[in-house]
């Protein structure tokens, strides 16, 4: 068994589509229209074939209240991995990403933590 397809939830998947690509650097794998949305995938460059990231839309009447809950306790939905936590900091501020976390070292983890615009914080990390 392993992981395929993860998802984050999105209030708008054209924008979250921009911000995953245009800023974080993923690639759309793919754009296949379901129903009222799309059944939309980014992956990370270094493993185009890796896990796929599903811009899944928020539609259900849960996940308002469930995003707005975590955002209000600063707990981000995901983690993405990268090679340098200050420099992936540095960068996506330079690019207008506000961050709630600067890089903050956690024993052997350093992580950060920003705002994906799409509802989500979202952590990085590196060992």
């Not at 800023?23 to 009222?36: E, Y």
């Not at 960068?91 to 705002?115: K, N």
Request: charged letters at 20%; aromatic letters at 8%.
């Amino acid at each position: 068994m392993r992981i395929t397809v993860t998802s984050v939830l999105v209030d708008d998947q054209e924008k979250a589509l921009a911000f995953y690509t245009d800023l974080l650097g993923f690639v759309k794998k793919h754009d296949v229209p379901a129903g009222g949305a799309r059944w939309l995938t980014v992956v990370s460059p270094e493993d185009p074939d890796g896990v796929e990231l599903l811009l899944e839309p928020s539609g259900h009447p849960a996940v308002g209240p469930f995003k707005e809950a975590l955002v209000n306790d600063g707990i981000p939905f995901t983690s993405f991995t990268v090679k340098d936590v200050q420099a992936e900091y540095d960068r996506l501020r330079g690019l207008g990403v506000t961050f709630t976390q600067p890089p903050t070292q956690m024993g052997p983890v350093t992580t950060a933590v920003f705002d994906d615009t799409c509802g989500n914080l979202i952590q990085i990390a590196a060992m």
